[in-house]
């Protein structure tokens, strides 16, 4: 056994008043950044990370539009006045005092930033999707070519401790030659309606296609346990039930507005949003927690939009299969027609067969010659992606620190699971042609 012994670092104070953190005579300190984007993932990944490690990361300048996130953020991590921004480009006015930016805007606003960044020589972290456009990608793919600093994306599951220990018996050879993989992503009927149905992933030209907001995620897990860029694939999917003709009969615009099929229906706002919860989604439409506050966001706000009633276009159930170059075969289901949100993993291997859950941290393998059968549990958080979160922000201030761009990811990376999600959506528009990776890209297949 293996035993993890946990030290209380010792807090000094260099001559300009930073705070450093002794590890056994090792001093070390934080990684400086700026918070670009004090949204969901920007206050409640990276900024309660620095809250909870102020001697790894430390956010010393914020730029965020809302007024009340950003003051959140400048209160709790003790932002002087004037590095508490509405605009980022504000901050990159004059030099900073920082080793990294960390990118959480919306989605379509990440071009700009990453650029600055890069013109500045800051490393970056930046939230998945680098960027919502093909043409986009391949920009970002060129200037990151021999880009000095350390540049990750937020593909956390590959931080996952499932994930990490499904990759290491893939590694292993215990199931043989890895033959297919399987991969379900249950978005779950409320984290849809919420995300894809009223809020700001719910319209594709003013965020994504879902197949790239959602799931590119899942398109990086398949390359990373295939062990091998994609060669080619095909996609099938619709928005098949989030739409006017299927509004129930007394269903009103908002749901607040009167509504007479409450009881029945599982999205009303009131159900989700107005009751004892207020962690997510309850502290996406609102800053104001408060009965009044949130009633107040409903009336007002997206999300208390009837789900039937939106101006959504994405998808809500789409399906995906993929040849590797190395001739695994992948397929890989999205739906939010589910109960609960968690993946789910079926690797067929020439030794052995795996079935795991993320989630509930359960790997099953069933030995085909001995016939034995295999039951893993692993230890798994139920917030931050089952942990995920909390290790990728971790290993991204020990790469700054150490200067390493060695990582468990990387842009180019995280660029083929973009392609792969733009050639998905391009074959689903297409009826499910056939898209070959390489042609569509006109970059070469990449890890």
Wanted: aromatic share 8%; proline share 3%; with cysteine.
């Amino acid at each position: 056994m293996i035993t993890l012994s946990l030290f209380t670092g010792r807090e000094s104070f260099r001559q300009d008043g930073k705070k450093t953190i002794s590890f056994g005579g090792i001093t070390m300190k934080p990684v400086r950044v700026a918070l670009l984007g004090a949204g969901n993932r920007g206050r409640y990944v990276y900024a309660d990370y620095a809250k909870q490690k102020p001697y790894d990361l430390k956010i010393v300048a914020v730029a965020e539009p809302d007024d009340a996130k950003r003051a959140v953020i400048a209160a709790e991590q003790g932002i002087a006045k004037e590095l508490a921004c509405k605009d980022w480009k504000q901050l990159f006015e004059k030099p900073l005092d920082i080793d990294g930016v960390i990118i959480a805007t919306q989605d379509t606003m990440h071009l700009e930033p990453i650029l600055a960044a890069m013109e500045n020589n800051y490393h970056i972290l930046c939230e998945k999707p680098i960027v919502t456009s093909e043409s986009d990608s391949r920009e970002i793919a060129q200037k990151a070519d021999g880009f000095g600093k350390i540049f990750i994306v937020s593909h956390v599951l590959r931080y996952s401790p499932f994930f990490t220990r499904v990759k290491t018996i893939l590694d292993s050879g215990d199931l043989g030659k890895l033959i297919g993989i399987e991969l379900d992503e249950s978005v779950g009927h409320i984290h849809l309606s919420h995300s894809f149905v009223r809020g700001h992933w719910r319209n594709k030209e003013e965020s994504s296609p879902m197949i790239l907001a959602k799931s590119c995620h899942d398109m990086d897990m398949l390359g990373y346990l295939a062990g091998s860029g994609c060669e080619s694939l095909s996609s099938y999917g619709e928005l098949y039930h989030f739409k006017a003709e299927n509004a129930p009969q007394g269903a009103t615009k908002r749901c607040l507005d009167g509504c007479k099929v409450v009881q029945q229906c599982p999205y009303a706002a009131q159900k989700i949003y107005l009751g004892k919860n207020t962690g997510w989604p309850v502290n996406v439409i609102t800053t104001d927690l408060s009965m009044e506050g949130r009633i107040k966001a409903l009336q007002t706000g997206p999300w208390g939009r009837c789900v039937y009633h939106c101006d959504n276009n994405v998808v809500d159930h789409q399906v995906v299969q993929a040849r590797f170059l190395n001739g695994v075969t992948a397929s890989f289901t999205m739906s939010g027609f589910t109960m609960e949100t968690h993946r789910t993993l079926r690797l067929l291997g020439t030794k052995a067969e795996l079935n795991g859950d993320m989630e509930q941290g359960l790997i099953e393998i069933d030995e085909f010659s001995s016939r034995e059968h295999r039951t893993i549990r692993i230890e798994t958080k139920q917030e931050g992606h089952s942990g995920s979160d909390e290790l990728f922000v971790a290993d991204f201030v020990r790469q700054v620190r150490e200067n390493d761009h060695e990582g468990k990811t990387s842009v180019d990376a995280s660029l083929q699971s973009h392609f792969m999600a733009f050639a998905a959506e391009a074959s689903r528009l297409a009826d499910g042609e056939r898209i070959d990776i390489a042609s569509f890209t006109h970059l070469p297949a990449c890890l």
